[in-house]
């Protein structure tokens, strides 16, 4: 399924993430995967999406400026490609 | 800062690390990174490896690569595994197969958060059983199966690139395939036994460069654990880092408990600290000078001036050091050839060798391992076998 900024998303179950300087180390435990958050507001904004009823009160929420929303969903985009994040039902 | 200088500087705790549960081996590779083969009285304890994973856990490394030695040949080894994935510590451990009999295949196949890598050298058992022994072939083989039909998933296939299985790099993927697994292939490195087989085992100048356009060409779906990033001078980078880990994002804790900076440097040159002193791992891989020497920037030497350097970092640190070039010159193996150059300017009699050594003396080949071990009675035993204790 396509990412879809409209819809609720959430950190995947499986995920956890290790903070670091740049950011943090997302890890997947189904499937191994390795994925890096690498920015602290990317980290913010990922585990913001839960509290929020959409990928845009996400970004607003974590005060990602309008100039960057692009990058920011770009890259939610990729991290929902792996599964790193997943849509809520 | 980019990412990647991030991970130059290291990391609170590694990204990944290797740990060799046992010297003990029931093959005898002819290019065993860590000479291995007898156990060492020494090595750590259910207890104590249970210790180190309470450790891990704590500092949230998501995964570790278990090995050896054979790590299953512990009597051990399945609690040990059990603990880690109870602590959330994933498990990747590397086997002969050995001990991958269908009933601890399905158990494998339904415990999460481990996974299993086959070594296979050859994708014919003529090729493999060379370098990794009589019957190894087939032992690799009745693994997968075993765990194919167990139902177990992608489980991995890892080959190390000979001058002999270059050539077969399209047979070990339709090995894989067939059993549902996933390639891995890495880089033959002068470590352990290696540095006494590298010279005539290596691939030719030629072959890397068919590896390397290969590799380009399979992308992300074939796993190379970073190790061909000196490759990447010959044009566009391979899927990974591309730098070297040791000592920032990765490093290995041997059998006996002593930290490395990475699987392929088991020397004194490369030892940090060991898990038993205070602190524990926590504080090796915090606080040792050695990594912090190796954190800090490094310069690129004799490879400064060269074009190439910013694709291939002056390549691996253990293949420059075990073949007695300098640290910040050239890779043996560069793509350029200025590898080569160095090499023919080394005394071999200064070329450094490690002083860790398992390997087993008298018999050769492959010994069958079927009983549990416990501790050696004495240090000086030379059968993996000895004073071990059945059940």
Redesign the interface.
């Known amino acids: 399924m396509d990412f879809d900024p409209e819809r609720p998303y959430r950190k995947a179950e499986q995920v956890e993430l290790r903070p670091e300087p740049f950011g943090a180390l997302a890890y997947h435990f189904g499937t191994r995967r390795l994925s890096f958050l690498k920015t602290p507001t990317l980290v913010d904004v990922v585990t913001g999406l839960e509290r929020h009823d959409d990928v845009h009160a996400t970004l607003d929420a974590a005060g990602v400026p309008e100039a960057q929303r692009g990058a920011y969903i770009a890259a939610l985009a990729e991290l929902a490609g792996t599964g790193t994040i997943e849509p809520r039902p | 800062?980019k990412?990647t200088e991030?991970f130059q500087y290291g990391?609170?705790?590694p990204?990944c690390l290797t740990w060799e549960l046992t010297y003990a081996c029931n093959l005898a590779c002819v290019h065993c990174l860590s000479s291995s083969g007898r156990r060492d009285p020494d090595e750590l304890s259910t207890a104590e490896c249970k210790a180190v994973i309470d450790e891990l856990a704590r500092m949230?490394v998501?995964?570790v690569n278990i090995g050896g030695g054979e790590p299953t040949v512990r009597s051990d080894f399945w609690e040990i595994v059990e603990y880690a994935v109870g602590h959330?510590v994933?498990v990747?451990f590397s086997t002969n197969g050995i001990k991958l009999t269908p009933e601890r295949a399905a158990w494998l196949a339904g415990t999460?958060?481990v996974?299993v890598q086959i070594s296979l050298d050859g994708a014919t058992a003529d090729v493999n059983d060379e370098v990794r022994g009589p019957g190894s072939y087939d032992t690799a083989i009745a693994a997968m199966r075993n765990l194919h039909d167990a139902g177990f998933g992608e489980f991995k296939i890892s080959v190390v690139m000979t001058r002999h299985n270059v050539d077969q790099l399209d047979d070990f993927k339709a090995i894989a395939d067939r059993f549902g697994a996933q390639l891995r292939i890495t880089r033959l490195r002068p470590s352990g036994r290696g540095a006494d087989t590298w010279h005539e085992l290596r691939p030719t100048a030629a072959q890397q460069r068919r590896l390397y356009d290969w590799l380009v060409a399979r992308g992300e779906s074939v796993l190379t654990g970073d190790s061909f990033f000196h490759l990447s001078a010959y044009g566009e980078a391979l899927p990974g880092l591309n730098l070297c880990g040791a000592g920032r994002v990765v490093c290995l804790i041997d059998p006996v408990g002593d930290v490395y900076a990475c699987p392929f440097a088991i020397h004194e040159e490369f030892l940090a600290g060991n898990v038993r002193s205070d602190g524990g791992f926590v504080h090796v891989w915090r606080d040792s000078e050695l990594f912090a020497d190796l954190r800090r920037p490094q310069h690129g030497g004799a490879c400064t001036s060269c074009g190439y350097y910013d694709s291939c970092q002056g390549g691996c640190m253990a293949a420059k050091f075990f073949t007695g070039l300098p640290l910040d010159g050239p890779d043996p193996e560069c793509v350029r050839g200025f590898g080569e150059q160095a090499l023919a300017g080394v005394d071999g009699a200064s070329v450094p060798r490690s002083e860790v050594d398992h390997s087993r003396t008298g018999k050769q080949g492959p010994v069958p391992v079927s009983i549990g071990m416990g501790p050696p009675d004495r240090a000086c035993d030379e059968s993996p076998l000895a004073g071990m204790r059945a059940g």
């Open positions: 800062m990412l991030h990391l609170d705790a990204i949230q998501f995964y959330h994933g990747k999460d958060y996974d």
